[in-house]
């Protein structure tokens, strides 16, 4: 975890959603912040700001340490850093900068600040993450783009969609009867993960749906590297990316997917019914 400075002072006994959002002015509270994530985890955070973040893009989140205590996450081009956010009771520190109101802090942001790491790294903070994402239909394709602008104030800091092409690129897979290894063309979106024989093809030779799926793991089981498994009650799908890291990110936005299912399918929403079949 990234330090700007060292956190010291002492914790209040107060929620500290409610208490960031103590202001002269007005009766903000933390959760209306739209990229604060809540108890989003470290990895799920690495897992949205590598597969539909930009340079620049962050979000706050609880951190895991402590109460009081909040993770900004940042994107620096193929990376993400974490940086800690203190709550003392009577104001939050950032940086080398201490704020008594949530306004005062968000309104830090909309100036786009340039954070350093002790790594070295410099990050120029532009896009904010939103907390809700609402993926279009297969039939919408506009999207709203702000003009930048000088005298930007923290009105101006309503999160804008990042790119909704979750994930995509070639994965070798493993045959189904007969255990060949062909490269396919992967596309994540929404609940489905569609492949198909290449990039340029119009149609998919399937399409898995996620909500079939009971687990996404490295698998070490085959004689190849960097291999993961999804698992389904009608099959184990064994793919392979060409490197650790592309399969590491695989895995990660796999098991977010499944996750956010699972927290969907918890809070009593209808069951979902199976929509995986075969083309040819």
């Avoid at 193929?78 to 956010?85: L, P, T």
């Avoid at 786009?112 to 896009?127: M, N």
């Avoid at 993450?129 to 104030?153: D, F, K, L, N």
Wanted: hydrophobic share 35%; proline share 4%.
């Amino acid at each position: 975890m990234g330090r700007a400075e060292l956190l010291g002072g002492n914790m209040g006994t107060q929620d500290p959603s409610e208490l960031w959002g103590r202001s002269d002015g007005g009766a903000d509270l933390l959760q209306d912040l739209g990229w604060y994530h809540g108890n989003l985890t470290r990895h799920a955070a690495e897992a949205l700001l590598l597969s539909n973040g930009r340079d620049g893009s962050y979000l706050l989140r609880d951190s895991n340490e402590q109460t009081g205590l909040y993770s900004l996450s940042v994107r620096a081009k193929d990376s993400v850093k974490h940086f800690h956010v203190e709550y003392t009771g009577y104001s939050f520190k950032f940086g080398f900068n201490e704020y008594s109101t949530l306004k005062d802090f968000v309104k830090h942001f909309a100036n786009q600040p340039l954070i350093g790491s002790e790594t070295g790294t410099l990050i120029v903070l532009k896009h904010p993450y939103p907390r809700e994402v609402e993926e279009p239909s297969i039939y919408e394709s506009v999207r709203v783009h702000t003009a930048m602008q000088t005298g930007r104030t923290e009105d101006d800091l309503v999160p804008t969609a990042p790119s909704l092409g979750t994930k995509e690129g070639y994965l070798t897979k493993q045959g189904g009867l007969v255990k060949t290894w062909k490269t396919r063309w992967f596309t994540l979106q929404r609940n489905e993960l569609k492949y198909f024989k290449d990039q340029m093809s119009p149609e998919p030779i399937r399409i898995l749906d996620l909500t079939e799926c009971s687990a996404v793991q490295f698998d070490y089981s085959q004689e190849r590297v960097n291999c993961f498994c999804l698992v389904f009650p009608f099959r184990t799908f064994y793919l392979c990316a060409k490197t650790g890291v592309e399969a590491d990110e695989w895995i990660k936005i796999l098991r977010w997917k499944l996750s956010k299912i699972r927290k969907q399918l918890g809070q009593g929403e209808d069951t979902v019914r199976s929509r995986s079949f075969i083309f040819k």
